[in-house]
């Protein structure tokens, strides 16, 4: 059975607005994960292996995108304590996050997946199934190419 993303992560998403202009964030509809791999990225601003972890995953992510033209999306879970936080942190991302006000999806998802600790890189496929319970191993040791390898 084909999970819908929406199940899991909700109707819409949010993503940094490239305009800059008044708002922050833009919405973007959860269709937008349609048929892709998703890698749900818990991580915090207070956590310094997240720290370390971020830039690294955002050049990989950066890096494939026009290669794997829409295979591929990354989705931020915050388990930052305040919206000041999420808001620092996430602006230096380049993908999309659930919505730091939406507090119980972030607790229910960490809770479905067991997470014992941050940062974790938890990679479902397009009909989401489990493909790596944390990648960020797969992304320290091969770079963009373990993208590359969950996206085929």
């Known amino acids: 059975m084909v999970m819908k993303w929406s199940d899991l992560l909700g109707e819409s998403l949010i993503e940094v607005n490239a305009r800059r202009d008044s708002n922050i964030y833009r919405y973007a509809p959860i269709s937008e994960l349609d048929n892709k791999v998703v890698a749900i990225y818990f991580a915090a601003h207070w956590c310094v292996p997240s720290q370390n972890l971020t830039p690294e995953l955002s050049t990989c992510y950066t890096e494939v995108q026009s290669e794997l033209q829409d295979r591929f999306e990354i989705v931020f879970v915050s388990l930052d304590e305040?919206?000041?936080?999420?808001?620092?942190?996430?602006?230096?991302?380049?993908?999309?996050?659930?919505?730091?006000?939406?507090?119980?999806?972030?607790?229910?998802?960490?809770?479905?997946?067991?997470?014992?600790?941050?940062?974790?890189?938890?990679?479902?496929?397009?009909?989401?199934?489990?493909?790596?319970?944390?990648?960020?191993?797969?992304?320290?040791?091969?770079?963009?190419?373990?993208?590359?390898?969950?996206s085929k």
């Open 82 to 150: 305040d919206e000041k936080s999420f808001n620092e942190y996430f602006q230096t991302m380049p993908w999309k996050a659930i919505p730091f006000s939406d507090r119980d999806r972030q607790k229910n998802l960490y809770e479905k997946f067991k997470l014992e600790g941050i940062p974790t890189l938890v990679v479902l496929s397009a009909d989401g199934v489990l493909l790596n319970p944390d990648g960020c191993d797969d992304i320290d040791n091969k770079g963009s190419d373990a993208i590359r390898s969950w």
